[in-house]
């Protein structure tokens, strides 16, 4: 185990790491493009602004972390655990998940743009603002996590699964999406 360090501001390329753990790890800033992580656990570390694009992670977890501006595009992510991170303002275009759980997290204005979602469950999530245009949705299971404001078309959500709750916010957004405007009975317009 790796406790009390910094790294922030590093650059390496290829870093591999098995069965490792780390605690209050400041990686804040560094730059690790094409790591691979298999077997890891991260406890209360500072990633924020990590650049880890074209990374291949599979069963690792985050717990407490401070991932704000993380930057994992064209990612392969899988037997991944998110949980009660701050994970806002996140770069996952393009990304692969697969087994992956996001629980408890702050993902405001993420980007999941055309990344591969099918199956990862969001349970108690700040999804506000989150973009996932042409995102594969099938079987991600957003209940219990908050939608207003996201950002994706209907076929973008074909599959989905939601919560009734969930439905009002989306039916309001997708009225706005497609031109309608949404007024309270009280509100009509004279002519």
Known sequence: MLSNKTLASQTASRVTIQRARFHDLDLAGA?????????????????????????ALDRVEFVDCRMTGIKSIDSQIKNVSFQDSKIDLAQFRASGFKDCRFLNCNLREADFYEARLGGVMFSGCDLRGVQMYGANLEGSDFRGSQLEGLQARAEDLQGAIIDSLQLLDLTHDLARLIGLKVLEPDAAENP
């Not at 493009?33 to 406890?43: A, G």
């Open 31 to 55: 730059t690790l493009k094409f790591l691979r992580l298999t077997d890891t656990r991260f406890d209360h570390c500072d990633l924020a602004n990590l650049d880890c694009s074209q990374s």
